[in-house]
């Protein structure tokens, strides 16, 4: 605190011009870190999102499994969307 009161003090023995590129330089210092501190929550929030999103897929697939929900899939193995599909002879 005794430092943010001796940087905003006007010190008569200082040009007008050295006192507002002090007073610039500690705006960018305070602006710089509140933007890492910005950047981080942003980071926090985005990962917290995307944890609560995976959580929730997670428990949709369980419910599935629960209600008899099966995977259909050909002799390969793979899934296909499509359920029934009537070839024309």
Not at 44 to 62: D, M, N, Q
Request: aromatic share 10%.
């Amino acid at each position: 605190m005794d430092l943010i009161i001796i940087l905003l003090y006007w010190q008569p023995q200082q040009s007008w011009i050295s006192w507002v590129f002090e007073k610039f330089v500690v705006i960018m210092v305070i602006y710089f870190v509140i933007s890492i501190i910005n950047s981080m929550a942003q980071t926090y929030l985005h990962k917290s999102l995307e944890e609560t999103g995976r959580e929730k897929k997670e428990t949709g697939r369980k419910k599935k499994e629960a209600n008899g929900s099966h995977n259909h899939s050909n002799e390969n193995g793979s899934s296909s969307g499509l359920k029934h599909i009537k070839k024309n002879v």
